[in-house]
T-cell receptor
Framework: SAVISQKPSRDICQRGTSLTIQCQVDSQVTMMFWYRQQPGQSLTLIATANQGSEATYESGFVIDKFPISRPNLTFSTLTVSNMSPEDSSIYLC????????????FGEGSRLTVL | DAKTTQPTSMDCAEGRAANLPCNHSTISGNEYVYWYRQIHSQGPQYIIHGLKNNETNEMASLIITEDRKSSTLILPHATLRDTAVYYCIVRVRPSNTGKLIFGQGTTLQVKP
């Protein structure tokens, strides 16, 4: 199974600033995803990170707010731009290796607090 | 992907079987039932999945009704470490998109 490392694991940021979260996988994976989990809530899919092309965003999420990069098959970044307190959440990276089970693996998440 | 309905919360005594139900009445023929769980402060973890036959692995059993409109995840001997939010998800597999759409899940509290 894929091992996923996210950095930072947590951070406290000021309103109006931006933060980039990194996701590193120990093997090449077919697909990478970014999720948001607001306090006390379930996970919401932000976007699918596509290698070498623009990410595919879910309804309610836009590239200007959550720019995503995926330069290769093992790495992706999510930037939370112009942050407000409403962006305080856990952001999780997830990967699909393409195996027969269809199983997704998740990182431990990056807990972001915006003051 | 089909929508699922789960109870918000459940309790279970340690050592007893935990039976977590899920309704997916609009499931289509090519959709699978997946179960994940999220232990506090961790990322979600895959448990099991199935199409129409009952499935069992080292973590749990999955019972799917004959009409496939509902299913039950069974943790045979629940421990305190099984306290988590359990998500039932229905989706096509293999999927070109690969993504999972999470509902609200069931919070299982295992009590000593």
């Amino acid at each position: 199974s894929a091992v996923i490392s996210q950095k930072p694991s947590r951070d406290i940021c000021q309103r109006g600033t931006s933060l980039t979260i990194q996701c590193q996988v120990d093997s090449q994976v077919t697909m990478m995803f970014w999720y948001r989990q607001q306090p006390g809530q379930s996970l919401t899919l932000i976007a699918t990170a596509n290698q070498g092309s623009e990410a595919t965003y879910e309804s309610g999420f836009v590239i200007d707010k959550f720019p995503i990069s995926r330069p290769n098959l093992t790495f992706s970044t999510l930037t939370v731009s112009n942050m407000s307190p409403e962006d305080s959440s856990i952001y999780l990276c997830s990967v699909y290796e393409g195996g027969n089970t269809g199983e997704l693996f998740f990182g431990e998440g990056s807990r972001l607090t915006v003051l | 992907d089909a929508k699922t309905t789960q109870p918000t919360s459940m309790d279970c005594a340690e050592g007893r079987a935990a039976n977590l139900p899920c309704n997916h009445s609009t499931i289509s023929g090519n959709e699978y039932v997946y179960w994940y769980r999220q232990i506090h402060s961790q990322g979600p973890q895959y448990i099991i999945h199935g199409l129409k036959n009952n499935e069992t692995n080292e973590m749990a059993s999955l019972i799917i009704t004959e009409d496939r409109k509902s299913s039950t995840l069974i943790l045979p001997h629940a421990t305190l470490r099984d306290t988590a939010v359990y998500y039932c998800i229905v989706r096509v597999r293999p999927s070109n998109t690969g993504k999972l759409i999470f509902g609200q899940g069931t919070t299982l509290q295992v009590k000593p």
